[in-house]
């Protein structure tokens, strides 16, 4: 397979196809505006936990203004308005950030002997991989122009013997040649296998 990891686009990002609810890019979409809301709901917390930190009280206006302006954030992006993505991704990049900063803190305390903060080190870890997954997929310019729904032509930078395969852990879909895929290939966005143990047991089988 070549190594064209640049070329990487998300499965379904054709305009004709991304308003279908059962395409990739639509499945997509609604599992990110459930995060979304999750991380808005976290961002909040954590910014009432800052503020109390430095004794700061935000009081009911400051938590109108939030529900408000976070609110509008989500409804914005579950709509799919353009002025919402950007918006939407730095959410989700400070809840990463402070997702990590959770792990460490929690991690000292483990090496301290607390082993409840080792384990939600790795708690903390895993929702952070999730979310900076979900985060370099929308800093793709074939998301982009699948989430405004602007026609972008997938195949044009294709070479002779190519063509456009999904991953099927990231949904994006990278330009390979069928003939030359195995079990040990991977894909560059999420390292995640891009043929199945048993698509492999059964092209053994045939052979």
């Known amino acids: 397979m070549a190594n064209r990891g640049d070329d990487l686009v998300l499965a379904g990002a054709p305009p004709a196809r991304s308003s279908t609810p059962s395409s990739p890019f639509a499945m997509h979409h609604r599992s990110t505006v459930f995060i ?16 109390a930190l430095f004794s700061v009280d935000l009081g009911l206006t400051g938590s109108v203004v939030f ?20 918006p939407a991704v730095v959410v989700m990049g400070l809840t990463f950030l402070f997702f990590m900063a959770l792990s460490f803190l929690y991690l000292y305390n483990g ?11 790795f708690l903390m870890i895993w929702a952070a991989f999730g979310t900076g997954r979900r985060v ?29 395969a999904a991953c099927p852990h990231c949904l994006a879909v990278l330009a ?22 048993d ?4 092209h053994d089988e045939e052979a």
């Open 36 to 51: 979304l809301a999750v991380d808005l709901f976290v961002l909040a917390y954590a910014s009432f936990a800052l503020a």
């Open 67 to 86: 529900a408000v302006v976070f609110g509008r954030l989500w409804t914005g992006y579950r709509a799919r308005r353009t002025w919402a993505y950007w």
């Open 111 to 121: 090496l301290r002997g607390d082993f409840m903060g080792v384990l939600l080190a």
């Open 136 to 164: 370099r997929v929308h800093l793709l310019p074939t998301y982009q122009a699948a989430y405004a729904e602007k026609p972008m032509d997938l195949e044009a930078g294709l070479e002779p013997g190519e063509m456009l």
């Open 176 to 197: 390979i040649r069928p003939e030359a895929l195995s079990g040990e290939d991977r894909c560059p966005h999420c390292d995640g296998a891009l043929v199945s143990p």
């Open 199 to 202: 698509m492999v047991a059964r």
